[in-house]
């Protein structure tokens, strides 16, 4: 199974910063990543998929980056509504798996 | 309008078994790739399994494996999880997820979720 990790686990962050979370697949998995943002109490939606793709209604200021092994999430120009967990999931192949995720918080 | 509405949620004995259901509205289940996916309370998304839009293929979980079948109905556009040999940590919101296409590739639509919670 490709195993995913993300780092950081958690980020204080202030409105108006920049943001950059790391995604890593334990095996090459091409750009079959996606990004998904998760509130509390509610269901994930999906920011990025195919690693870059910004998904229709997602504010530009989300843009991913990578291929292969490792990606990137970059938030810029924080805003209060961005303060939520981040996940990354693979699938290049079954089973799909999660990142842990990354929980960003007002500093 | 794309709607998912899981049930069959409840609490259950360790080594017992329960079976949710997800019926979908606004689009044929028939033309994508289902999934569900569990969180654990205060934990991260857990992939469970998968199915794609005819059928053929399905996967699940290693956790899962073996315990959790997965399938779906076309005439009544439903997907299904039969969970059997249920453990306490399979205690989660299990969520029901339509593809964005028909192989598998993003859970691009979700459920509200319900709450399995195995204990003695």
């Known amino acids: 199974d490709i195993q995913m990790t993300q780092s950081p686990s958690s980020v204080s962050a202030s409105v108006g910063d920049r943001v950059t979370i790391t995604c890593r697949a334990s095996?090459?998995?091409?750009?079959?990543l996606t990004w998904y943002q998760q509130k509390p109490g509610k269901t994930p939606k999906v920011l990025i998929y195919?690693?870059?793709g910004l998904q229709g209604g997602v504010s530009s200021r989300f843009s991913g980056s990578g291929s292969g092994t490792d990606f990137t999430l970059t938030i810029t120009n924080l805003q209060p509504d961005d303060f939520a967990t981040y996940y990354c999931?693979?699938?290049?192949?079954?089973?799909?798996?999660f990142g842990p995720g990354t929980k960003v918080e007002i500093k | 309008e794309v709607q998912l509405v899981e049930s069959g949620g409840a609490l259950a004995q360790p080594g017992g078994s329960l079976r949710l259901s997800c019926a979908a509205s606004?689009?044929?289940?028939?033309?994508?790739?289902m999934h569900w996916v569990r969180q654990a309370p205060g934990k991260g998304l857990e992939w469970v399994s998968g199915?794609?839009?005819?059928?053929?293929?399905?996967d699940y979980a290693d956790s899962v494996k073996g315990r959790f079948t997965i399938s779906r109905d076309s005439a009544k556009n439903a997907l299904y999880l039969q969970m059997d040999s249920l453990r306490t940590e399979d205690t989660a919101v299990y969520y029901c997820?339509?593809?964005?296409?028909?192989?598998?590739?993003?859970?691009?639509?979700w459920g509200q979720g319900t709450l399995v919670t195995v204990s003695s």
């Open positions: 199915i794609s839009w005819d059928s053929p293929f399905i």
């Open positions: 095996h090459g998995i091409s750009t079959w």
């Open positions: 997820a339509k593809d964005k296409g028909r192989f598998g590739e993003l859970m691009l639509d």
């Open positions: 195919a690693a870059a």
């Open positions: 606004g689009f044929s289940i028939d033309d994508y790739a």
């Open positions: 999931q693979q699938s290049n192949r079954f089973p799909f798996t």
